[in-house]
């Protein structure tokens, strides 16, 4: 992949047959989890008929899609007020299906725009955002797995399990950097 480049109103990006496999199982592995945590929204009859769709009220027990869809609203962990308890599920309830709507479809645009064999890769504005959201998600997911810490060196010994994966996270990073150059250049 060389650096995002514009020109005129379309952002332009070139991945190899590896970079766009990676890119997309990434993106594809996130966009599963987060279509498999929509599944657990409860079903109601209130909801069919208002068209109000409502979420689980309790966070993910997987770290990776906690991280990906935080509360809404923090609790004191030390002395928990009931009434921020109920806060707090409310408000996952309420808002919840929409994030995980904006979530798989910005993964959906970069399913759709990023070429299963790699070659290049021309995105609109919007498309160019999309990908920035969806980039964010893969990483953050990603560094959860991989437990990435502020201190974590750059390069991990060979015998570390996560070593091959860093070099990914990594890259990515890169590739939403250059991105948010362009888009915001």
């Not at 990434?26 to 909801?47: G, I, K």
């Not at 010994?157 to 091959?164: E, F, H, I, L």
Request: with cysteine.
């Amino acid at each position: 992949m060389n650096k995002w480049s514009r020109r005129g109103g379309a952002v332009l990006g070139r991945f190899d047959r590896q970079e766009a496999a990676v890119v997309r199982g990434l993106v594809s592995q996130v966009q599963d989890m987060l279509r498999a945590r929509a599944e657990e929204a409860p079903q109601d009859e209130l909801a069919q008929l208002t068209g109000i769709r409502t979420g689980p009220s309790t966070p993910p027990d997987d770290p990776i899609l906690s991280r990906l869809l935080p509360d809404f609203h923090r609790l004191d962990p030390d002395a928990p007020d009931p009434a921020e308890v109920d806060s707090a599920a409310a408000l996952r309830s309420l808002h919840e299906p929409e994030l995980l709507d904006l979530k798989t479809g910005v993964a959906g645009v970069v399913l759709a725009t990023c070429p299963p064999d790699g070659g290049q890769v021309r995105l609109s504005q919007e498309q160019a955002e999309a990908w920035l959201a969806a980039l964010n998600d893969v990483r953050l997911a990603l560094g959860t797995a991989l437990d990435v810490q502020e201190d974590m060196p750059d390069e991990l010994p060979p015998d570390d399990p996560r070593a091959p994966h860093l070099g990914v996270y990594h890259w990515l990073t890169w590739v939403q950097e250059t991105l948010v150059e362009v888009v915001m250049g």
